[in-house]
C-alpha cells in the first residue's frame, strides 16, 4: 500500500478525539457553561487592585489598531498582487 | 494563613524551572538565529568553523526556538494555571522538574548533535534518535503531570484552557513520535514520497498541534482576567476546540503542492487549510469581544499585552496560511522569503509573543513577589513587536522579489544581488529581537532570585 502511514496517523488523530469527545460527553463536560465562562476570575484578587489605566496605555493600544489596519492592507495588497500576475 | 512569597516560590518548582528555560534558551536561539542571518550576508562568514556551518546552526536555531523557548515558556503558563483552573495542586512538583530536567538535557544534545553534525536531514525532524527519544521521555512526563492532575480535579467542568493545554502534550507526543519515524532510528525516515508526505505532516502539526493549541488555552485564561470580563462564550471556545483538532491534524500536505503526492490529499490540505478560517476565527471573535472595551486595561497589564498582541498575529499568520494553501498564490510565495517571514510571524509574533505574556502573567504569582522591571519588560515588548513587524516587512518583500523573479523565468543567482540589501535589513532588525531576548533573561533571573520587590 502506497500511503499507510498518514493514514494511520489521522486515524489514531480521529480514534483518540472520538473516545475523549464520547467521555467529554458521558462526563457532562458540555453542561454548566454559563458558570465556566467565570472561572478564570474565580480565585483573582479583588477589581480595587488592578493596574491602573494611562492615557499611555489608551495610545499603546491605538497603535497597535494601525499596525494591525496596515497588515490587513498590506495582506490585501499581496494577494491581489499575487493572483493578478496569475 | 495566606502564603509566604517562600511558601509560594515551593510550591510552583515545575513552572519556575519552565520559565527559566524559556528565557534562557530564548537569549540563545536568537544569538544563533544572528550568526544565521550573518551567513546570509557573507556566506563565507564563519565558515573555517564547522560546528558553525550554516547547515547546522539553521535546525539549531528552528529547534531552540520550538522547544527551548516557546513550548517551555507556554509550558510554564500551563503548569501554573491548569492547576488554578481545576482547583488542586500540580500532581507532582517533583515529576515536573524532572521532566524540566530531561527536556533542557535533550535540547542541549540537539545543540551538541546538531552542531556535530549528527542530523537526519529532514526539516524540523533533524534530531537523531537518542534525542528524539528524550524529547518523547519528556513529553511524557508532562502528560503524566498533567493528566494526574486532571484526574485528581476539584472542578468537575473542564475549562477550555485544560481542553488545550492537554490535547497540545498528548497530540505532539503521538505527532513527534510518528513524524520522526522513531521505528527505524538508523534514519528516522521512511523512503520516499510517504516520507515526504508523514514528514510535513509532523512539520506542520508541530506547530499546529503544539504551539497554537498552548497558546490559546493561555489567551483564553489570561484575557478574562485582565479585563475582569468573563469569557464571551465557553460553548464557542469549545467549538473552536473541536474544529481545530478535526480540521488541523491533516493540511500539512499543502507544503508538497509541487510534489507527485495523491491529488485527494492536496486537495483535502487545501481545502482544510482554508476551513481553519472556522476555528481561527471562533477563537479570535470569542477573545475580542471578550476584550471589547478594555484595550486600555489590556494595555495596562504586561502579560495582557504581550498575549493581545499575540492574538492579532494569530489573526494575520492564520489569514496568510489559508491564502498561502492556494496553488495560484503559492506559486509566487512559496520557496522564498515569505514563508519565513510567515513562520517568524507565527512563531514570534503569535506563540513567541504570548509567551512571554504567560511567563510575565505567572512570574508574580510563583514568586509571591511584583516582577522586577515592568519597565524592562515595556522595553522588550516594543523591541520584539519592531522586530516582528519589521522582519516580516522585510522577508515578504524580499519573497516577493524572489518569487516574481522566478516566476518570470529568471534563474536564482541572479535573485541574490537583488534581495542582498534586504538581508542586511534583515539582520539588523534580528538585533532588536536578540536584545529583547536578553533584557528578558534578565528581567527574569531578577525577578525570580534577586528581587528586592515587596512581598504580593
Not at chain 2, 96 to 120: E, R
Request: charged fraction near 10%; hydrophobic fraction near 55%; proline fraction near 4%.
Amino acid at each position: 500500500m502506497y500511503y499507510p502511514y498518514f493514514i494511520a496517523y489521522m486515524l489514531s488523530g480521529f480514534v483518540i478525539s472520538l473516545i475523549v469527545l464520547f467521555w467529554a460527553l458521558r462526563h457532562g463536560q458540555f453542561r454548566d457553561q454559563k458558570r465556566l465562562r467565570f472561572l478564570p476570575l474565580a480565585d483573582e484578587p479583588d477589581p480595587g487592585s488592578a493596574t491602573r489605566v494611562t492615557r499611555m496605555n489608551r495610545w499603546e493600544g491605538f497603535v497597535l489598531l494601525g499596525l494591525a489596519c496596515a497588515g490587513l492592507a498590506t495582506t490585501a495588497a499581496v494577494l491581489f498582487f499575487t493572483l493578478y500576475r496569475w | 494563613m495566606a502564603a509566604t512569597a517562600d511558601t509560594i516560590f515551593d510550591q510552583h518548582l515545575t513552572a519556575r524551572a519552565f520559565s527559566l528555560t524559556s528565557a534562557f534558551w530564548f537569549a540563545f536561539a536568537t544569538s544563533i538565529g544572528m550568526v544565521a542571518a550573518g551567513y546570509l550576508i557573507a556566506p563565507d562568514f564563519m565558515a573555517n568553523i564547522p560546528y558553525l556551518q550554516f547547515g547546522r546552526i539553521r535546525p539549531i536555531h528552528v529547534n531552540l526556538v520550538l522547544f527551548g523557548f516557546v513550548t517551555p515558556g507556554l509550558l510554564a503558563a500551563a503548569h501554573y494555571y491548569v492547576p488554578r483552573l481545576l482547583r488542586t495542586d500540580l500532581f507532582s512538583q517533583k515529576l515536573g522538574l524532572m521532566s524540566v530536567i530531561l527536556w533542557n538535557v535533550a535540547v542541549v544534545s540537539a545543540v551538541v548533535s546538531l552542531s556535530t553534525g549528527h542530523s537526519q536531514g529532514r526539516e524540523y525532524a533533524e534530531l537523531i534518535w537518542p534525542v528524539d527519544m528524550l524529547v518523547i521521555v519528556s513529553f511524557a512526563l508532562v502528560v503524566l503531570n498533567l493528566l494526574m492532575t486532571v484526574r485528581r480535579r476539584k472542578e468537575p467542568v473542564l475549562y477550555v484552557s485544560i481542553w488545550y493545554a492537554c490535547a497540545a502534550v498528548i497530540l505532539t507526543a503521538l505527532t513527534f513520535s510518528l513524524g520522526n519515524v522513531i521505528w527505524r532510528p538508523d534514519t528516522g525516515a521512511l523512503l520516499g514520497i510517504p516520507d515526504a508526505i508523514l514528514l510535513w505532516f509532523y512539520g506542520h502539526n508541530v506547530f499546529g498541534l503544539l504551539l497554537t493549541p498552548l497558546t490559546l488555552g493561555l489567551a483564553y485564561y489570561v484575557i478574562p482576567i485582565v479585563t475582569r470580563n468573563p469569557l464571551y462564550s465557553h460553548t464557542l471556545s469549545l467549538i473552536g476546540f473541536w474544529s481545530l483538532l478535526v480540521v488541523y491534524t491533516h493540511i500539512g500536505t499543502h507544503h508538497l503542492l509541487q510534489v507527485p503526492v495523491p491529488t485527494w490529499l492536496k486537495v483535502v490540505a487545501t481545502v482544510d487549510s482554508v476551513a481553519m478560517v472556522i476555528p481561527v476565527m471562533v477563537f479570535l471573535i470569542n477573545i475580542w469581544y471578550t476584550a471589547k472595551g478594555k484595550l486600555g486595561e489590556i494595555h495596562a497589564d504586561i502579560a495582557g499585552k504581550f498575549i493581545f498582541t499575540g492574538t492579532i498575529f494569530y489573526f494575520f499568520v492564520s489569514i496568510q496560511g489559508s491564502i498561502m494553501a492556494l496553488p495560484q498564490v503559492q506559486r509566487i510565495t512559496h520557496f522564498n522569503n515569505w514563508v519565513i517571514a510567515h513562520s517568524h510571524l507565527g512563531v514570534l509574533g503569535f506563540a513567541g509573543l504570548s509567551a512571554l505574556g504567560g511567563l510575565y502573567y505567572i512570574l508574580p504569582k510563583i514568586t509571591g513577589k511584583p516582577l522586577y522591571s515592568r519597565f524592562l519588560a515595556d522595553l522588550q515588548y516594543w523591541l520584539v513587536l519592531i522586530g516582528i513587524v519589521g522582519f516580516t516587512v522585510v522577508l515578504t518583500i524580499a519573497g516577493l522579489v524572489q518569487g516574481n523573479s522566478w516566476f518570470a523565468g529568471e534563474t536564482l543567482y541572479r535573485t541574490l544581488p537583488e534581495i542582498h540589501s534586504y538581508y542586511v535589513v534583515r539582520l539588523s532588525i534580528g538585533l532588536f529581537i536578540a536584545l529583547a531576548a536578553y533584557i528578558g533573561l534578565y528581567n527574569v533571573i531578577r525577578t525570580i532570585y534577586f528581587n528586592p520587590g515587596e512581598e504580593a
